[in-house]
Every structure is written in structure tokens, then in C-alpha cells.
């Protein structure tokens, strides 16, 4: 078999007058699409405590408790207690989590949302737990 080294010539040289295809990061920003899914950030405010995020979870990623300073029932007009809407905190384990967004996707008060932050990567364990609270 024959070899020609010079085949590969033109091909080089058109290789060499392209746009590269790799980016510069992390020297410039990564631009993201919409719709990218990255660490899933919780709102203390809006949740309910319904725990549907924990069932649709895949890696059992969340945990939904009940938060410690639960407020105190009012006294209505009419020496009744008032409702009290109770307050929930969300720990939720990065290291576990693969961003598939169902929970924020089946959340119906939208206290869960996915940001633009993938930046993640940690050397201790414990910073991947975030523990979102009131």
C-alpha cells in the first residue's frame, strides 16, 4: 500500500482559516440559551408545603420540611383563631440533583424555578447542600 502525505494538505489548509469551534471559557462568559436548566432555585414565600416536588423528584434531590418558627394563630374580630398559612424550607442536594426540571415544572405555586447558575462544582460534599430558609 501506497501512502500519499500530501493528501492531506488542502484539507489543513482549510482548517487552518476557520473559526474555532471551542469557546474561550472560562476566560469570556458561556453564553446560555433560554431554557437552559441549571441549580433550581426555592422560594420560601410561595411554597405550600404540597411536597410534589419530593414525589417527582427521580434522585430524591429535595426535601421539604416544615420550618421552626412557624408564625403564631391570630385572634379574629370574632374570638375566633385565624387561618395560618404554615411556612416550609427546602433542602436541596446539588450533588444529587441531574437538572431535570420536573419539579419545576410540576410546582403549582412556581416556588421552584431553574436559574442560570451552573457554576457548581465544589471540593467539600456540604457545599452542595443548600438549605433555602425563611
Known sequence: ??????????????????????S???FEKAKLYAGYR???NFEVEKCIGCKMCMRVCPSKAI???????????????????????????CI??????????????ICPKKALAYTQDFELAQIEKKKLRLHYKN
Open 38 to 40: 441549571a441549580r433550581i
Open 1 to 22: 500500500m501506497k501512502r500519499k502525505p500530501m493528501r492531506i494538505l488542502p484539507e489543513a489548509l482549510k482548517q487552518l482559516f476557520k473559526k474555532p469551534a471551542t
Open 63 to 89: 426535601e421539604i420540611i416544615p420550618a421552626e418558627n412557624q408564625p403564631q394563630p391570630q385572634i379574629g374580630p370574632d374570638g375566633k383563631p385565624m387561618p395560618v398559612k404554615k411556612i416550609f424550607n
Open 24 to 26: 474561550k471559557y472560562p
Open 92 to 105: 436541596m442536594n446539588l450533588d444529587r440533583c441531574i437538572y431535570c426540571a420536573q419539579c419545576v415544572e
